[in-house]
């Protein structure tokens, strides 16, 4: 009876998961990218179905549902439809060991497995199996080509993520993400051992980008030199699932970022004064763009609205603080905070930087990453025995 | 009566993408087929309680050495790699050697004593795996990193050459 639970809980927290990663991940994440986009080429981004576009991504979503499946001549059909479900699942599967928080007396996390730091890097490599699979299925030039710069890339740049997580679960003691969050309660891990911690989170952070085929790392799909990759041949909903595992991939990757380095979902442990000064500091700059000239130009809106956050942020800290209570803000908000944080900062790299070239890609990983991420471990193992 | 219902599943996870592995013409489909099993091995281990050595299969060999397979088969055969002969015709020898294996393996499986010993098994975790390969086992660590990296160096020293 006890396994018909479980495998009830677990069907339960799978279409949970899935819900939550469609609708925020994917469709949330595209508007955002346009969003994003937008600003900082300077332009409005969606802005016609539905308030600000806000209802853009369900209407291509709908739009995506209708297409018919078109199958290339001569495509190996049977891997041609697993490849999409394989990324999907593997983005899916990433986040049973992320914790979003407490709450009713319990972390809220799909599972706190013992070894959640491998498992993560597990299932992270798990996607190139789907993405090689569908380049090679497709039976197109560009979907193969696609396909091979990813598997290279994917598997070089494997080895500094995972050193990043090392250095993660060295300096926590544990291979748990719960207690690796648990182990932040003193202070962030990006601020430890410094600068090493700093170097890791640089690490991990450049290895993750690389991991999820974003810019400046996204050869796999590089538009203007192989139509769109691996996914080219893929139509309709096929198409929509890369997209999905694409971004629960990238919203994944995010989130360990925020649980290794950023203290995961608690509270920056700051006095009064200083979220104060932060508040201050917000609200002075909203003020500035927002009565002068500089309101006009499209460029520092979302700035505008980032300091007004920001400062809202801060009043609130500073509010609670005053009257007394310890952790402010739910554990959960404060998770998304970080995780939102990050997801901006890689959209922001995104519509930023050029694209590498493939020898300069792959010079980094193994001339720079990897050395670095050795050096950063081994200096962190001698630093802990000696401090022990 | 769940952990034998996990074994046969397992199993048949196991054992249909291994024999299709053997027997596709189709060598990407053969190498596509090992992720399933051994994410089935993967399952194996996590029934025995050995969850370290289950995420590190799935990382090095459903995450890395399928990969690194299929990448050779893209790379050398064209991108192709469809309609392969995996068979020779030595067929009869080669069942002949099977069917001998089966035979002696069951022969040792029925005569060994299996001691049903109780008790916890031994701590099996990170830390302990840590500890034996640079206490008990470090020769055997040094050794083997040394010998995966000279292969890696031996790899690119063929590779450079032919520029």
Redesign the interface.
């Known amino acids: 009876m006890s396994t018909f639970v479980e495998i009830l809980k677990a069907i339960g927290l799978a279409v949970l998961i899935f819900t939550f990663l469609a609708v925020v991940g994917a469709m949330y994440g595209v508007y955002l990218e346009r969003k994003i986009s937008g600003w900082i080429q300077v332009r409005y981004g969606p802005m016609h179905v539905g308030r600000w576009g806000l209802l853009q991504t369900i209407a291509d979503t709908i739009k995506l549902l209708q297409k018919e499946h078109i199958t290339p001549r001569r495509a190996d059909v049977m891997i041609f439809n697993t490849a999409p479900i394989i990324v999907a699942v593997a983005g899916l599967l990433d986040w049973v060991v992320i914790p979003f928080g407490t709450g009713f007396g319990r972390y809220l996390v799909v599972r706190d497995i013992n070894i959640g730091v491998v498992y993560f890097a597990a299932m992270a490599s798990l996607t190139v199996i789907g993405i090689l699979t569908a380049g090679w299925a497709s039976n197109n030039k560009y979907a193969l080509l696609g396909g091979l710069r990813s598997a290279s890339q994917m598997i070089s740049y494997e080895i500094p993520l995972a050193l990043g997580l090392l250095w993660a679960a060295m300096i926590a003691g544990t291979l748990s993400t719960v207690g690796i969050v648990e182990a932040q309660r003193g202070g962030w891990f990006l601020f430890k051992v410094p600068p090493l911690g700093f170097l890791a989170a640089l690490l991990f952070l450049a290895a993750a980008t690389a991991e999820v085929n974003r810019v400046p790392f996204d050869l796999p799909e590089a538009e203007s030199e192989l139509v769109a990759g691996y996914f080219a041949e893929y139509t309709g909903m096929r198409f929509a699932l890369f997209q999905l595992g694409e971004y629960a991939e990238m919203y994944a990757m995010s989130a360990m970022a925020a649980i290794l380095f950023l203290g995961g979902w608690l509270e920056p442990n700051m006095p009064q004064w200083v979220w104060a000064l932060l508040g201050i500091g917000a609200l002075a700059m909203a003020a500035f763009i927002r009565f002068s000239v500089l309101r006009q130009v499209m460029l520092v809106r979302p700035i505008l609205a980032l300091a007004v956050l920001g400062a809202v942020i801060c009043g609130l800290m500073v509010l609670g603080i005053g009257l007394g209570r310890t952790p402010v803000l739910p554990s959960i908000v404060w998770f998304f905070i970080k995780l939102f944080a990050l997801v901006f900062f890689l959209m922001w790299m995104r519509w930023t930087y050029p694209r590498l070239r493939l020898d300069q890609l792959l010079n980094l990983s193994w001339k720079v990453l990897l050395p670095v991420g050795l050096l950063n471990i081994l200096l962190t193992g001698l630093l802990l025995t000696v401090a022990q | 009566m769940?952990e034998l219902a996990a074994f046969i599943v397992l199993s048949l996870v196991i054992l249909i993408p291994a024999v299709i592995v053997v027997t596709s013409r189709?060598i990407?489909?053969s190498a596509?087929s090992l992720?399933p099993t051994f994410l089935g091995v993967t399952g194996f281990y996590i029934m025995l309680q050995a969850?370290?050595v289950?995420?590190?299969q799935?990382?090095i060999y459903?995450?890395?050495i399928?990969?690194?397979i299929?990448?050779v088969i893209?790379?050398t055969e064209g991108?192709s790699g469809v309609d392969v002969r995996q068979m020779n015709e030595q067929v009869p020898l080669g069942a002949t050697a099977a069917l001998w294996l089966a035979f002696l393996i069951l022969v040792v499986l029925f005569r060994t004593q299996w001691p049903a010993a109780s008790g916890q098994p031994p701590a099996y975790?990170?830390a302990t795996i840590g500890s034996a390969f640079l206490s008990s086992y470090v020769l055997i660590f040094e050794v083997t990193s040394l010998v995966l990296l000279l292969s890696l160096i031996g790899a690119i020293v063929i590779a450079r050459r032919e520029e």
Do not use: D, P, S, Y
Request: glycine residues 16%; proline residues 0%.
């Open positions: 769940g189709n990407v489909r596509l992720v969850e370290f289950a995420g590190i799935v990382l459903a995450g890395a399928t990969v690194l299929l990448f893209m790379l991108g975790n990170a």
